[in-house]
């Protein structure tokens, strides 16, 4: 065995270099003799572990560090772990001999000595406690990992199928030397074991491979039990809120409480968010990380497994005003930059809308955004409706369910407004921004159209010379004035 794994073995916890580089050294056997006086018998390459505490100020220490080099030894285990002289240490190093100190030197001793001389002991007495904690650990999958850690007295991990950490204490193993075990579980593809081993300890290496088979059996199950539960919680969100974008109206007190108990706030103002993802991307399994990346963003959003992505909206009690509108837009593009970094993604995000009517409308947006941010590299695939130009946007929206609210919406300030200014507004741009054609088509002065042309322009706050805002007003009236 090497000093230095022996050394990180949990058994060997107390004991402590005294002097030497324990890092070069390998054990081969150990030896144990009554004290300081004794005279070490075939001690080649073995650990000399001194029984009787004695003084250390007086010679006999550095005699026994003489006799245990001639014979051979690699190192040598002391009562206690107080400092050595500086004389000591120095013939130590001299010699090649590295001094350990231990509370109780025999016990350390022995635990070495089974490592040397029963490996199948040790290998067998750690399955059994691996099958007894497999069957003993409540908690799911994090109780499980937490008693594989205590009965191997090691740090023990689940991760993906990247290598990255799913369950299991922070920051996971990397740079750390670890046995990994794959585990197999429907829904999980890809999912492993990992524990911290150092190499250097054959018996703790094989008894630690050994019982990472019996582990992997228990973690795999769980994983089934636990993927039938988030299954069944992932169906109950989608058809509750299916049914709620379905409802015309209040919502029946049933649903309410639904959504109550799914911690659902209906009431209140309302900014949809939606998350596409490749054909292929299991929505179910990587819930845990759009939640991972919203809470780290501080973004407050229910979310919910809709198709190839999620819908997800948060909700205010009062209508958000623009610091608040723009804390939130920069914690959803925060949010989507990390979901990016593991997950190939395109995020939309809707305007801020009232109520459970509110709730379906700025979904809607969203997910028509999302649609659009598929193909916006420069925008890191990434798009807010209150921030895209108005005409690749109604563009974008023409064959939408949503496209009609958007363009009333946008077009409401014109509503009530003296001199028919949206049939004034549709006929300028239907005349190509002619004065005089749309004077004759409207039966009415030039400069009765020139005035009305620029107060339509004030109330929207668009630019008619912009030709994607010209483009989105003239989808706009169109699209209104044929439906009215």
Do not use: K
């Not at 009562?79 to 030197?105: F, N, T, Y």
């Amino acid at each position: 065995m090497r000093l230095a794994a022996l050394l990180d073995h949990p058994d060997w916890a107390g004991v402590q270099v005294l002097a030497g580089d324990p890092d070069p050294v390998e054990i081969r056997d150990v030896r144990t003799v009554p004290d300081l006086r004794a005279e070490p018998v075939d001690a080649e390459c073995a650990l000399l572990v001194v029984a009787i505490a004695a003084d250390r100020g007086d010679w006999h220490l550095d005699a026994l560090l003489r006799r245990a080099g001639a014979a051979g030894a690699a190192a040598v285990l002391l009562p206690g772990r107080a400092e050595l002289r500086r004389a000591s240490s120095l013939l130590a190093e001299r010699i090649g001999v590295a001094v350990l100190g231990a509370p109780d030197p025999l016990a350390v001793g022995l635990v070495a000595t089974r490592l040397l001389r029963a490996p199948d002991q040790v290998v067998a007495d750690l399955v059994s406690r691996t099958a007894a904690a497999g069957a003993a650990a409540t908690g799911g999958v994090d109780g499980l990992l937490a008693e594989l850690a205590r009965v191997w007295r090691r740090p023990v991990w689940l991760l993906d199928g990247t290598g990255r950490r799913v369950a299991g204490p922070d920051p996971g193993p990397a740079g750390q030397e670890t046995l990994v075990r794959a585990v197999g579980a429907d829904g999980h593809p890809g999912s492993r074991l990992a524990v911290a081993v150092p190499p250097g300890v054959p018996a703790e290496t094989a008894a630690v491979t050994a019982a990472m088979a019996v582990a992997a059996e228990s973690m795999g199950h769980r994983l089934a039990q636990q993927r039938l539960t988030v299954e069944r919680d992932a169906r109950l969100r989608t058809s509750l809120l299916v049914e709620l974008l379905q409802t015309t109206g209040d919502p029946a007190p049933e649903t309410r409480r639904r959504a109550v108990d799914a911690g659902w706030r209906l009431d209140g103002w309302h900014i949809g968010i939606r998350i596409d993802v490749p054909a292929g991307v299991d929505a179910v399994a990587v819930r845990p990380e759009v939640l991972r990346a919203f809470d780290t963003a501080h973004l407050s959003a229910a979310v919910v497994e809709q198709g190839s992505g999620w819908g997800a909206w948060s909700t205010f009690e009062h209508e958000p005003g623009s610091d608040e509108l723009h804390r939130h837009a920069t914690a959803a593009r925060r949010a989507h930059w990390l979901l990016r970094s593991s997950v190939r993604s395109a995020m939309g995000v809707g305007r801020v809308y009232r109520g459970v009517d509110g709730l379906a409308r700025t979904l809607g947006e969203a997910g028509d955004a999302a649609r659009l941010a598929v193909t916006r590299t420069a925008s890191g695939h990434f798009v807010h409706v209150d921030r895209l130009g108005l005409g690749r946007l109604l563009l974008a929206w023409t064959r939408t369910d949503t496209f009609l609210p958007a363009a009333r919406s946008m077009l409401d300030p014109l509503h009530g407004q003296p001199g028919d200014l949206l049939r004034t507004l549709t006929a300028h741009l239907d005349a190509e921004s002619s004065l005089t054609e749309t004077a004759a088509v409207l039966g009415v002065h030039r400069n009765t159209v020139t005035a009305r042309v620029a107060r339509a322009q004030e109330l929207l706050g668009v630019d008619l010379t912009d030709p994607d805002e010209r483009l989105a007003l003239h989808l706009a009236c169109r699209s209104v004035l044929f439906h009215s």
